[in-house]
C-alpha cells in the first residue's frame, strides 16, 4: 500500500493530509473552504484515492494561503506516497465532459514540476473567468494546480474548452479528469521492471 501522511505548519496555516494511492475513492476533507472541500472529493473519488485532508487557515484575511499550502501538502503526499516509482505507468490521461465543457488532462509522473492551462488567457482576463463560487474563483483552482504539480514533481497539462461562465461546471470536469490521469498514471504495470526511465530514475 502506496501512503504517505504530511503535516505542515506555518504562521498562516496547519494542514495534516493522509493519503492512500492504492485505495477506493474515500474522502474526508475539510479544508474550511465547501466548494474546495467538494473539488477534492470529486478528485479522490474517481482517482479511487483514500484522502484525507484537515486545514485550518487564516480565512479571516483570504482563502489564498489554505488553498495553495493545500496543494503544496497534497503535491508532496503523492511524490512521498510514490517512493521510487518503481514500475509506475508514468503517464495518464483523461477526458471528461461536464453539459458543454470538456475538461482533457495529461500528466507525466517525470519529477520535474510543471503546469500549464489552455486557454491561458483565462488566467490574465477577468472577463473570461467563470463568476466565483463561495469566494472560490477560477485563479484559485489555478493556483492550487500549479502548487500541486510543482511539489508533485508531475508535467500537469490541462485543457478546458470551452471555459463555462458557471465555475462549478468548469472546474469539476477539470478534477475528475485529474483523478481519473493520476490513477492511470500511478498504476503499476506488471510489465515494467524498475523505473519507467530510460535514465534509471525519476527525482
Not at 492504492?22 to 470529486?42: N, P, R, S, W
Not at 499550502?69 to 511524490?79: C, K, P
Not at 521510487?84 to 520535474?112: H, K, L
Request: proline share 3%; aromatic share 8%; with cysteine.
Amino acid at each position: 500500500m502506496r501512503k504517505a501522511k504530511i503535516v505542515r505548519k506555518t504562521k498562516e496555516t496547519e494542514i495534516i493530509c493522509n493519503l492512500n494511492i492504492d485505495g477506493e475513492g474515500k474522502a474526508k476533507i475539510k479544508t474550511g473552504i465547501d466548494f474546495f472541500d467538494h473539488m477534492l472529493e470529486l478528485f479522490a473519488f474517481h482517482g479511487l484515492f483514500d484522502l484525507e485532508i484537515k486545514a485550518k487557515g487564516d480565512l479571516k484575511v483570504d482563502l489564498h494561503h489554505t488553498n495553495e499550502d493545500v496543494g503544496i501538502v497534497l503535491g508532496q503526499a503523492f511524490r512521498k506516497a510514490l517512493g521510487d516509482m518503481q514500475g509506475i505507468r508514468r503517464f495518464g490521461f483523461a477526458s471528461v465532459p461536464m453539459e458543454g465543457v470538456v475538461a482533457n488532462v495529461t500528466v507525466d509522473i517525470s519529477g520535474r514540476g510543471f503546469y500549464r492551462l489552455v486557454p491561458w488567457k483565462t488566467m490574465y482576463s477577468e472577463k473570461l473567468q467563470p463568476e466565483e463560487q463561495e469566494a472560490y474563483k477560477f485563479k484559485e483552482a489555478m493556483h492550487f494546480f500549479d502548487s500541486f504539480a510543482k511539489h508533485s514533481g508531475i508535467n500537469l497539462n490541462i485543457k478546458v474548452e470551452p471555459v463555462s461562465q458557471d465555475l462549478h461546471t468548469t472546474l469539476e470536469p477539470v478534477f475528475k479528469a485529474l483523478g481519473l490521469a493520476l490513477d492511470q498514471a500511478t498504476q503499476i504495470d506488471p510489465r515494467r521492471k524498475g523505473i519507467p526511465s530510460t535514465k534509471g530514475i525519476i527525482d
